[in-house]
Structures are given as C-alpha cells and as structure tokens.
C-alpha cells in the first residue's frame, strides 16, 4: 500500500474520519429516503415536489460520500463493502437521472445560476477614455 492510502486509511479509521464518514453516509439515508417518498407520492402533490426537490439537493453530495466511502473501502480491501457501497451509489445515480421531467425547485435553475454566474465573474465593461 502507498503512502498516501496508508495515511487516507489510517484517517478513515480514526475518530474525525469515523464521525465525517457517519455523518455522510446519514445524509445518503436521508436522500434515498426523501426519494422513497418521491416515489409514494401523488404526483404533482406538494410533497412530491418537496420530496423531489431535497432528493435533488442531496443526490450529487451523496454520490461523492459514496465514492469516497467507496475507495476507503478498497483501500481497507473490504470487498463486500466495496459491492454494497458501490451497489448504492448506481441506486442513487440512476434514480437522480430517471426522472428528469419531475417537477422541483431546481427545475429550471441552471439557465439562471449560469447567467448570474456569468454576471458575477465576468470583467467590469471598460469605458472609453475621449481621444482629443
């Protein structure tokens, strides 16, 4: 093993490591369970649109805790960890691009999150000085 896995399973292992790691993984229970909601509610149902739209907000961080959980697992060689965690992280992948036609908050945002980011980043106009 290198020393660079060494040490990032020598943190996973400890007690910062164990508690970030927990609290990770509670926040993928969370988003698959909002998702189950989702998936139980009458559609166009105000708690569907809640349901998605946190089920929207936590997928991407999940799928990241996941992969991390997931290399801290083949670090460690714990390979039927390695399944279930990546078993989970095709679940949540899967379920976030499935429905792309549900109705949440974020349905639409990105056109507008790019056109404030654009505005925000972008240089002050330059003003003509007068040539005389």
């Not at 998702?35 to 999940?62: E, G």
Request: net charge positive.
């Amino acid at each position: 093993m290198s020393a660079g896995m060494e040490s990032a399973a020598m943190f996973a292992g400890s007690l910062p490591g164990l508690i970030l790691m927990s609290l990770g993984q509670i926040m993928v229970v969370v988003c698959l369970c909002f998702d189950m909601v989702r998936a139980l509610s009458v559609p166009r149902s105000h708690r569907r649109y809640v349901a998605s739209t946190i089920f929207r907000t936590l997928a991407v961080p999940s799928v990241m805790v996941m992969g991390v959980s997931t290399l801290a697992e083949v670090v460690m060689s714990s390979w039927l960890n390695v399944v279930m965690s990546v078993a989970v992280l095709v679940v949540i992948i899967f379920r976030l691009h499935h429905d792309k036609d549900e109705d949440n908050w974020w349905k639409g945002k990105g056109k507008k999150l790019a056109r404030w980011a654009r505005k925000q980043f972008s240089l002050p106009p330059a003003t003509a000085t007068a040539m005389g």
